[in-house]
């Protein structure tokens, strides 16, 4: 798995991470690594808060928050066209 940073539109500075594979590939912990260290430096750009709320949301989840009720909660909006809830 490959790993792209383009610019994004939130603020200046604002980076979106890209992965490409090569069909269907397995994510693996360093890879959700990687997607993490992304997240939360751009959540650092964000404001002070921004960090913490990414790291509330995932203590969240592992402790057991349905996903749809995670969402609702940090009000994370899914793109309409890419992200479907498993």
Known sequence: MLFKK??????????ILLAKTNGWEAIRHVDLFVMLTHWAQIEDRMGPRGRQMLLDAIIDLFKGM??????????????KNNNKIF
């Open 6 to 15: 383009i610019p994004g539109k939130k603020f200046p500075g604002d980076k």
């Open 66 to 79: 349905p996903l749809q009720e995670l969402i609702k909660n940090y009000q994370y909006k899914l793109q």
